[in-house]
């Protein structure tokens, strides 16, 4: 893993096709985002990655499910490919940090301007 990672951690991935959840180490850089079966394997190529220029967010879907009879906290990262995923934190705040580390760079990605110019006066519309 060249690119640093801006948030990483332990998190449950509901699988896509099979509905079952496993617990995935997940890493968040700039580009995209990763997960490995462990941090013990993050020197392998991930299981996956999530490419952040077809994420459109992450969302607190404000769903719980009991993983392992533990509460786990449920946000999706929804996709323009037509898939959406679904990952869970143990605790809340765990889970609001994905959601804002998510959103935070897929908007830095999609928002090149970081200032406005006033380039026309909108009072040469106004009838003088």
Not at 54 to 81: D, L, P
Request: aromatic letters at 10%.
């Amino acid at each position: 893993m060249s690119t640093k990672a801006h948030r990483s951690g332990y998190i449950y991935k509901k699988g896509g096709l099979i509905k079952s959840t496993k617990k995935r180490w997940l890493v968040l850089n700039v580009n995209e985002l990763m997960y490995y079966e462990s941090i013990k394997v993050i020197d392998e190529p991930p299981i996956d990655r999530i490419y952040l220029r077809t994420v459109t967010c992450a969302e607190n879907t404000f769903k719980t499910e009991k993983i392992n009879n533990k509460t786990a906290y449920e946000f999706v990262v929804k996709t323009t490919t037509g898939r959406d995923y679904q990952m869970y934190c143990e605790t809340e705040s765990e889970r609001d940090l994905w959601v804002e580390a998510i959103n935070k760079i897929t908007h830095q990605k999609k928002s090149p301007v970081t200032q406005f110019e006033k380039v026309t006066d909108p009072t040469q519309f106004l009838g003088k």
